[in-house]
């Protein structure tokens, strides 16, 4: 017995403490569990807040987006404004067909107005189509190329190359940002599915399947905009290769003119050296050069016209219909240059000859400094005209070409001839010598003009080869005139015609000086006389002296 109680209380004394070690354990075990849970909801917390982080940052990218979103947002607010419309069409026929009464007709007016409310806006909000993208995903329309048949037609060209490039570069730059859109939906929809999974909110179900109705539609838009930017690419490629071959032929056609005009311009440059070498007439050597230089530009106007005209007859026929208006709006032009072949191949007119020309009412007298297609350019010369009318000289005077018809103009060295007849009047009184003043003038005009009276008689006889001449004689003459206070007495001489003043001035003083030495000729000027009488009976009535 002793020894049973003995081994009851041995086994109680080991017992005991094995008890409290296990209690002990499952204590620590508890402890941990708490921990690791605690543990695990911040974790998911944490990762709750990362994603929500994450969808804030995907919408704010959304936002960017405008484009595509804001028609996706027009075409959804398209559908509702239709649902509504339906909505009420719907009320509108069951209110018809109900007995009317006040109200019930004043709720079908609300609704009509509201029916054309909403049909107003829906036809703004809806696009081309049943497509939300549908002007988005259409590309660019294409103009017609231009034709490239001549050089300036190459700047439209590349005009319209950088046109069309820059509509691509926007067409594809809207589809860079569909597909980052479109990448941007997959995230939030992913994000949002993670949160759904850890939360079971249906908030973000519903959120999710939004999102997914929208990848949806935009996805089968970006396909489609796949394949539209693809063709449209192959289109703009082959117009791009033909405008570019077009160009190149053109440049290349540009580059054979060009070098065959400088070939042309070369060949006359060569014949101007030519010109210049071998004919030492400045005045023949002025028209030669200006026959080069005209045929020279006519030639290389003539292989621009045949390069470029590809139908001549349709060119001849345009023409044809234009000439009359041309010809009434150009009337003064198309005459000049009538006048310019008239006055170069006829040889009325040539520079350097001195010609005088009469002008509304006014006389201009100088040397031809040029002739050009559309005018005569002289420098006015100091004359006698410049003395007593114009009482100007220096001045350079356009003449255009078409006066040859219309005006009179007068050619003072034409030819060969380089002289002109100028005359000197002087009165001397009724009771002078007149006889022997008319013979001294005479003297004095033949010792003054004796060298051009022989030049002008050589070349009144070149002359005759191209005019019948009657009247030769080239000595000076002395012509006389009773006039009011006098005799006049006129003596004319051949002079040169660029300096007929001052052989004028040289033989007018000299005559005064001859008239003044003499006794028996006085040189008369407006005077009167008066008589005095002792007796008034003696004056005759009417015999013109006053007393």
Same mark, same amino acid.
């Given at each position: 017995m002793k020894i049973f109680a003995l081994l009851l209380f041995a086994l109680l004394a080991v017992a005991l403490p094995s008890s409290s070690a296990a209690q002990e354990g499952v204590t620590v075990k508890k402890v941990d569990l708490n921990t690791t849970r605690l543990q695990e909801q911040k974790q998911l917390k944490e990762h709750m807040t990362r994603l929500e982080a994450q969808l804030a940052e995907i919408e704010k990218e959304l936002e960017q987006e405008k484009i595509w979103t804001k028609s996706y947002s027009s075409y959804l607010t398209s559908l509702e404004v239709e649902k509504s419309l339906k909505e009420i069409e719907r009320k509108i026929h069951r209110l018809k067909r109900l007995r009317s009464t006040r109200e019930r007709k004043e709720e079908l007016e609300a609704l009509i107005a509201k029916k054309k409310i909403l049909t107003t806006q829906l036809s703004e909000l809806k696009e081309k189509g049943s497509s939300p993208f549908s002007e988005l995903i259409t590309p660019p329309k294409i103009d017609n190329a231009p034709e490239v048949k001549n050089p300036f037609n190459i700047?439209?060209?590349?005009?319209?190359?950088?046109?069309?490039?820059?509509?691509?570069?926007?067409?594809?730059?809207?589809?860079?940002e569909l597909g980052?859109?479109?990448?941007?939906?997959?995230?939030?929809?992913?994000?949002?599915?993670?949160?759904?999974?850890?939360?079971?909110?249906?908030?973000?179900?519903?959120?999710?399947?939004?999102r997914q109705r929208e990848l949806d539609k935009f996805q089968a838009a970006y396909d489609i905009l796949m394949?539209?930017?693809?063709?449209?690419?192959?289109?703009?490629?082959?117009?791009?290769?033909?405008?570019?071959?077009?160009?190149?032929?053109?440049?290349l056609k540009l580059g054979n003119i060009g070098i065959i005009v400088l070939v042309v311009f070369l060949i006359f440059f060569i014949l101007k050296l030519i010109a210049k070498k071998?004919?030492?007439?400045?005045?023949?050597?002025?028209?030669?050069?200006?026959?080069?230089?005209?045929?020279?530009?006519?030639?290389?106007?003539?292989?621009?016209?045949?390069?470029?005209?590809?139908?001549?007859?349709?060119l001849v026929t345009i023409l044809g219909f234009a000439s009359a208006g041309i010809a009434i709006a150009m009337k003064d032009w198309f005459m000049s240059i009538l006048g310019w072949l008239v006055i170069v191949f006829g040889g009325s007119i040539h520079v350097g000859d001195r010609i005088r020309v009469d002008m509304d009412g006014m006389k201009?007298?100088?040397?031809?400094?040029?002739?050009?297609?559309?005018?005569?350019?002289?420098?006015?010369?100091?004359?006698?005209?410049?003395?007593?009318?114009?009482?100007?000289?220096?001045?350079?005077?356009?003449?255009?070409n078409n006066y040859v018809f219309t005006r009179m103009i007068a050619n003072y060295t034409h030819y060969s001839l380089k002289t002109v007849w100028d005359g000197v009047k002087i009165t001397v009184t009724f009771d002078s010598n007149h006889k022997k003043a008319m013979h001294i003038a005479k003297e004095i005009a033949k010792k003054y003009s004796k060298g051009y009276t022989d030049i002008t008689?050589?070349?009144?006889?070149?002359?005759?080869?191209?005019?019948?001449?009657?009247?030769?004689?080239?000595?000076? =003459?002395?012509?006389?005139?009773? +006039?009011?206070?006098?005799?006049?007495?006129?003596?004319?001489?051949? &002079?040169? $015609? !660029?300096? #007929?003043?001052?052989? =004028?001035?040289?033989?007018?003083? +000299?005559?005064?000086?001859?008239?003044?030495?003499?006794?028996?000729? &006085?040189? $008369? !000027?407006? #005077?009167?006389?008066i008589n005095v009488a002792r007796d008034r009976a003696q004056i005759k009535p009417n015999d013109g002296e006053l007393v």
């Open positions: 700047f439209s060209a590349i005009s319209f190359l950088k046109t069309i490039r820059k509509e691509f570069s926007n067409y594809e730059q809207r589809k860079e980052k859109l479109i990448e941007l939906l997959k995230k939030e929809i992913t994000v949002y599915d993670e949160l759904y999974k850890l939360t079971k909110d249906e908030r973000y179900k519903k959120a999710l399947i939004k394949v539209t930017a693809d063709v449209y690419k192959k289109r703009l490629d082959v117009i791009e290769l033909n405008l570019n071959k077009e160009i190149k032929a053109q440049a071998y004919i030492t007439d400045n005045e023949r050597f002025y028209m030669a050069n200006k026959f080069i230089t005209f045929t020279n530009f006519s030639i290389i106007l003539l292989i621009i016209f045949f390069n470029y005209i590809e139908n001549a007859s349709y201009y007298i100088g040397d031809v400094l040029d002739i050009s297609l559309l005018r005569i350019t002289i420098l006015e010369d100091i004359t006698l005209t410049s003395i007593t009318h114009n009482r100007r000289a220096g001045r350079i005077v356009f003449i255009p008689r050589k070349q009144l006889n070149k002359l005759r080869h191209h005019y019948s001449l009657k009247n030769t004689n080239v000595e000076p =003459r002395i012509y006389s005139f009773i +006039e009011e206070y006098g005799i006049d007495i006129e003596a004319w001489y051949l &002079t040169n $015609a !660029y300096a #007929t003043l001052t052989l =004028r001035s040289v033989i007018s003083m +000299e005559i005064v000086d001859a008239f003044n030495a003499e006794d028996d000729i &006085t040189i $008369a !000027y407006p #005077t009167q006389r």
